[in-house]
């Protein structure tokens, strides 16, 4: 109760109903307690019996939208937003519709992206959509309608403000949504022999040090057309490569 008695207020700030926003702080410290987004292991966490919490969780979610929720957080004058895209392995689900493939190829699991924007040193969740390869390849076209309308959620929210995500999260299926949907992106790149020319040829990512290198429309792994920019600053043991959405007209 004590946890419960801590989260209230904030959760009074995004939930207009008293009873609304206590049921949000139980909830929220089951989440806590059980470090896992299973409502069969929040309920487990939270005060009382375990199937009674799994049904008021249930209801919950059956009466409010956390998206809606979350975008009271959204700063509006936030010069870019943080993207952190996490798997979420579902091993078990063999016949979830929702369930793909993580990056492994063999992981069922989906892709949980998170947004948040920035503020005195700490990231605000403001926002979230996910996504699968199965939703993505479920239809001809290689994205359903789902699919385009939750990447079109973020466009929405983002206006002209860059999505910015780390090198992690420089995967295929990624870069071609956040593309396909005109999202701003700057993504941190891992490097690899991952880069072609027009022509199908490798593209050596190599710099000096004091150097900014900047490439236009490249492959990502022969299928979505990229910007990349080295920089590799004095005092920096390695180079840092990103790919912004829109083409550099100046140096870094």
């Not at 076209?141 to 959620?153: G, K, L």
């Not at 990512?205 to 057309?225: A, D, H, M, P």
């Amino acid at each position: 109760m004590n946890k419960c008695t801590q989260l209230l207020p904030f959760m009074q700030e995004l939930f207009d109903d008293p009873a609304t926003a206590r049921k949000a702080a139980e909830i929220a410290g089951g989440i806590l307690k059980a470090r896992s987004p299973r409502l069969s292991e929040i309920a487990r966490e939270m005060a009382g019996k375990e199937a009674a919490n799994y049904k008021a969780i249930q209801r919950f979610l059956e009466e409010t939208d956390p998206r809606e929720v979350l975008l009271r957080l959204f700063r509006e004058e936030a010069p870019f937003v943080i993207g952190d895209p996490t798997e979420m392995p579902r091993p078990q689900a063999k016949r979830t519709e929702y369930v793909g493939t993580l990056s492994d190829g063999e992981t069922k699991g989906y892709w949980l992206l998170l947004l948040a924007t920035p503020y005195q040193g700490r990231a605000i969740p403001c926002s979230f959509v996910s996504y699968s390869s199965k939703t993505i390849n479920d239809e001809a076209t290689s994205r359903n309608r789902e699919h385009f309308a939750a990447f079109a959620q973020v466009k929405a929210l983002l206006g002209e403000r860059p999505l910015v995500l780390d090198r992690e999260f420089s995967y295929l299926e990624l870069l071609e949504n956040l593309v396909t949907e005109g999202v701003n992106f700057v993504i941190r790149l891992n490097v690899g022999p991952k880069f072609y020319d027009g022509e199908g040829q490798p593209v050596v990512l190599s710099i000096t040090k004091g150097e900014t290198r900047i490439l236009n429309k490249v492959f990502y792994k022969g299928q979505v057309f990229v910007n990349v920019i080295g920089v590799w600053q004095k005092g920096f043991s390695n180079p840092m490569w990103i790919t912004p959405a829109l083409a550099p007209q100046v140096q870094v």
